[in-house]
């Protein structure tokens, strides 16, 4: 059974930071690739972070230089660290796991970010 638990998200001020988790169970963590995705009102889902297990990264032009994926294959987590927060980082963040040869993917739950004054 495929488990992503996130905590984090909540209400951050413009310029403010957050770091997001996601604790994954029922997969061999070390060789997944892991990622993060956000879904905006009226948006569609966009891919925000992935890092495979190389471990490689790669960030959505819009978050480069702000945000920071990592994992830890002994916790079996990984986060999302975001400083410099803007209001159109506002959206609903969601856990991403992704096996490399089948790319089946699973799901978190979702949580919301907020980036308001």
């Known amino acids: 059974q495929v ?3 996130e905590s984090g998200g909540g209400l951050v001020e413009p310029g403010g930071s957050l770091r997001l988790s996601c604790a994954a ?4 963590f070390s060789i997944y690739t892991m990622g ?3 879904q905006a009102p009226g948006k569609q889902r966009e891919l925000v ?6 471990p490689r990264t790669n960030y959505a032009d819009s978050v480069k230089g702000r945000f920071t994926i990592s994992r830890d294959n002994v916790k079996n987590t990984v986060y999302l660290q975001m400083n410099s927060l803007k209001p ?10 992704e096996y490399p040869f089948t790319r089946t993917r699973s799901w978190g739950q979702g949580t919301q ?3 308001s004054s």
């Open 3 to 5: 488990q992503l638990v």
């Open 25 to 28: 169970s029922g997969i061999r």
């Open 36 to 38: 993060w995705y956000r």
């Open 49 to 54: 972070a992935t890092i495979t297990s190389g």
């Open 88 to 97: 159109e980082d506002t959206a609903v963040y969601y856990c991403n796991a």
């Open 113 to 115: 970010v907020t980036v």
